[in-house]
């Protein structure tokens, strides 16, 4: 009789954890958000490259957080997207589009990676003057 021989695969992913309402120190995001950022909703990695963060914070606020990291945020210019994770709180007085993401055209951006070849990989923080919620994404692959 035969021998047989049997490989185990073992697969591990991690959820992704969504948590909604929760406090600066409740959540691990690098870099740390501001102390002072309220009503903070965040979704880790998990099995997906993307890590979303949004808080509400005043904008002097959001430019010295941006200037503690080196980031330097420009204006934006005509419209910049956020996309949402799905179980996140809408937002009042936000302008949501058709196609489930918002649209800021009164605010600050900072973008550093996102550039071709490795367009997955880098870090958008957008602060939405209109509502005053600042909307972090960082890829990784």
């Known amino acids: 009789m035969g021998a047989s ?34 009503s903070v909703n965040h979704v880790s990695k998990g099995v997906s490259p993307s890590e979303l963060i949004e808080f509400r914070i005043d904008e002097d606020s959001f430019v010295a957080w941006c200037n503690a990291n080196q980031w330097k945020p420009v204006p934006v210019e005509g419209t910049t997207y956020v996309s949402r994770h799905d179980t996140f709180p809408d937002i009042a007085g936000a302008s949501l589009t058709t196609s489930g993401v918002y649209a800021i055209t009164d605010g600050l951006v900072y973008t550093e990676g996102n550039e071709l070849p490795d367009a997955d990989a880098g870090l958008t923080v957008v602060f939405d003057r209109t509502t005053g919620w600042v909307f972090a994404q960082r890829n990784s692959r």
């Open 5 to 38: 021989l049997l490989v185990a695969f073992t697969f591990s992913a991690t959820i992704p954890k969504v948590q909604i309402g929760v406090t600066p120190a409740d959540v691990s995001f690098y870099p740390q958000i501001p102390s002072n950022a309220v």
